[in-house]
């Protein structure tokens, strides 16, 4: 079942549930199996929820060595493996949980659906908008339940918060301004790796060069292997932008941004982008060198009231903020955002094949805000989404 992009609402009642051909049958007390594909500290944080909920790990992956020795801790009857094919062609496994850089994730997910494989996926979906197409399409194809790792898709708090912009509480919303402040920039750490690393399997399809220890500690940096910290965090933060204002992925986006202190690194980790959207402005920065009002938050104005949100949960302000009487919330929800919640919709689906809270679909609208901001930023001008949503026109 395929939809455009900029029809796809991305709200949850508007995500499809096609039904599935199940793999075998399952007994409601069916213990579910699963391999890890990469198992840095993200892939293993997952490892952990997942047998914290029921599953088995029976198979690990990853090219460097420590961080494989790591992961055998929590799962030491687990067959470990370096290259993913292998791992795909284990026996008895049920689905598999992806935690690979960026630049991997559509060659993992296309060779783990076209095994059978169901799949939990981190985010960011794609590296690219055009890789975002083909994996929306194998995965329709292939009839498999992927869950990409955005964990707000499940959480309670978010719901609620939805439920309040569309009751109205807000009147017409102007602008959104997603934001994400941290203080962890510092130069690059580009001194020798201890243990034994697959350099020419983390390269895959980016170009061959020799080694850098700082590109495989900081991949996140360098544009070979990832969208920056734009498409890591705008991913979050762009999807509860759609799913509150019910609408597609901007029509454009500008950007500017700055090396300020991760000396080495490529992507910017101080930068301001404005999006298009009809109707109402969505600006969003992130600052990793300064923890001003530390963590992220997304705040939605209208002409009657303001809403925002944040990692602790949501509070709303009536118009006008001069009136002393509405300088307190009418409404302070305080739940956080637990990850336990997304990872049991996607075990519970793999069971009933029902499509996960966030689907392929939903990941690549979240993620083509933030593409286009990325080429906007390295292009150095505006760039528009193509009407298929999945072209960038520059």
Known sequence: MHQDRRTFL???????APMFVPRRAFGANDRLTYGVIGTGGRGRYLNRVFQKLGAQC???CEVYEPNLQEAQKDSPDARTYVDHRDLLAHPGMDFVVIATPDHWHCTHLLDSVAAGKDVYLEKPMSHSLEESKRMIEATRRAK????????????????????????????????????????????????????KLDWERFLGKAPKRPLEPMRFRSWRCFWDYSGGHMTDQGTHLMDCVLRFTRTGPPRSAVCWGEVVKMTGAECPEVFCAVF???????????????????????TFMGDEGTLILDEAGFR????????????????????????????????????????PTCPVEVGANAVAGPHLANIAYRKGRRARLSPDGFKAIV
Not at 11 to 16: E, I, Y
Not at 317 to 345: S, T
């Open 10 to 16: 991305s709200g949850a009642a508007a995500v499809a």
């Open 58 to 60: 029976v198979a690990l």
């Open 144 to 195: 498999r339940v992927v869950q990409i790792g955005m964990q707000r898709r499940s959480a309670p708090v978010i719901a609620k918060a939805e439920q309040v912009i569309a009751d109205g509480a807000l009147g017409k919303i102007s602008m959104v301004k997603p934001m994400w402040n941290w203080n962890t920039a510092r130069p690059l750490n580009n001194s020798p790796l201890p243990g």
């Open 276 to 298: 298009e959207f009809p109707g109402w402005v969505c600006t969003w920065t992130l600052n990793y060198c300064n923890s001003y009002e530390n963590g992220w938050s997304i």
């Open 316 to 355: 709303v302000y009536k118009e006008p903020w001069a009136k002393p009487e509405n300088r307190k919330p009418i409404m302070d929800v305080r739940e956080g955002v637990p990850i336990e919640a997304h990872v049991q919709n996607f075990l519970d689906c793999i069971k009933t094949r029902q499509d």
